[in-house]
């Protein structure tokens, strides 16, 4: 496999981590335009604490997790009392607010008499844990597949239990759910923190993947697109967003004759896709369905 | 100084710096490009580079295929050709191989008449 093949595949897992988050709040009935802020946050604070502070990989991401979780929690807490675009418009200007603070951080450390760390819109270089850790690429999406696939598993076992079933019926009706005993705010502060861990996990791995991140890097742009895999895919299991990953990137990859027109052709077929499958491919019924057949 | 410090300003002292010179091919947003790797001072000879291109705020819908350099003529230098999609700023990427394995993103303004690092 080729490096270019190689970067295509990391590419679809790591954004299936941003995918999955905004997918966690869209079954309990939320609509967030800011997961991007989480999976910045999750860049920023793991990027400082192996490139700056000589912390391994794994415990840095656990690190970035917490604090993903912590600050969606936070962000939450006042915004879950709005609802629809309301939530919606809440969850944008909290994640441009987090772009903001990342084009004002300065976190630089001297080692050696060369500084290093985060410099505001200059961005953050140099985070070479893998390289300095001789992890070859083919091994790096390995351990971007296994993350995956256990959180994938997780998202299965999660949705098969009556937590499941609980975060479809806040999802669907949250009176209706409250009317019979159901605390939703506070499932739903939780599954805003689940949500901001995954976006953090997703952005350690991505920052680790490029060595290089910048405040733009976590713009609106990738906001519209978390919420797109998860539309596009589905809303019926958690493999819906894994395949509006990957049907964002392979169209974008396959349709590069189209040179920088091919943005408007991917746009049109978003439109004509959700026009015809409001909840995307996977949606509920033809989850039911593929049950069905195959049970 | 701690270990970990220690041990990364070791890391730091060997890290490669690139420079890069574009002049545009007369087709629209094709540049042939010239790297020049040095490390410790020194040209970074029998290095294997790919280079791509991603525009900053849009790394993944705006991207190129990474293409193979080739060695230019003199040492510490390698050649490519980019084809992008639209003039702007971009963040080069140029991921090593062989003596030394990084990954170097390097951000230059694209215009009709080449290229210059950003200026931000």
């Known amino acids: ?295 | 100084m701690d270990k970990a410090a220690l041990l990364l300003s070791l890391v730091l002292a060997q890290t490669p710096q690139a420079d890069l010179r574009c002049v545009p091919t007369g087709e629209d947003f094709v540049y042939d490009c010239t790297v020049t790797l040095t490390r410790s001072g020194r040209p970074l000879e029998g290095a294997r580079i790919t280079v791509g291109a991603d525009m900053p705020s849009m790394p993944m819908a705006h991207s190129t295929r990474p293409a193979k350099a080739t060695p230019g003529t003199k040492p510490g230098e390698y050649r490519a050709r980019l084809d992008l999609e639209m003039l702007g700023e971009w963040a080069i990427k140029l991921r090593l191989d062989g003596p030394v394995r990084d990954l170097l993103v390097l951000h230059y303004e694209f215009d009709s008449k080449g290229a210059s690092p950003s200026k931000r």
């Open chain 1, 1 to 295: 496999m080729d490096d270019y093949a190689l970067g295509v595949l990391t590419n679809i897992g790591l954004f299936s981590f941003i995918a999955l988050s905004a997918y966690l709040l869209l079954i309990a009935g939320e609509m967030s335009f800011g997961q991007q802020a989480f999976f910045g946050v999750g860049a920023y604070a793991g990027g400082i604490l192996t490139a700056l502070y000589g912390w391994p990989l794994p415990l840095a991401a656990l690190a970035a997790m917490a604090l993903g979780a912590l600050a969606q929690f936070l962000v939450a807490l006042p915004t879950l009392r709005l609802r629809g675009l309301y939530f919606a418009m809440a969850t944008l200007a909290a994640a441009e607010m987090a772009r903001i603070l990342f084009e004002l951080l300065h976190w630089r450390r001297s080692i050696d008499g060369e500084l290093a760390g985060p410099d505001g819109t200059q961005g953050f270089r140099g985070i070479r844990w893998i390289f300095e850790h001789g992890i070859e690429p083919l091994h790096y999406l390995g351990i971007v597949g296994v993350l995956l696939a256990l959180v994938v598993g997780l998202f299965l076992v999660v949705e098969r239990s009556k937590l499941g079933a609980t975060l479809r019926g806040i999802g669907q009706d949250p009176e209706l759910a409250a009317a019979v005993g159901i605390d939703v705010q506070r499932v739903k502060l939780g599954v805003a923190a689940a949500a901001g861990a995954l976006a953090a996990l997703g952005g350690v791995l991505y920052a680790h993947h490029n060595t290089y991140i910048e405040p733009r890097n976590f713009d609106i742009m990738l906001g519209v697109h978390s919420l797109a895999y998860a539309l596009i895919g589905g809303l019926g299991t958690a493999f819906g967003p894994l395949l509006g990953v990957l049907l964002d990137i392979g169209v974008l990859e396959s349709t590069r004759f189209f040179q920088g027109y091919r943005m408007i052709v991917f746009g049109g077929l978003v439109a004509v896709l959700l026009v015809f499958r409001p909840r995307g491919l996977l949606d509920e019924r033809m989850v039911l369905w593929i049950r069905q057949r195959f049970s």
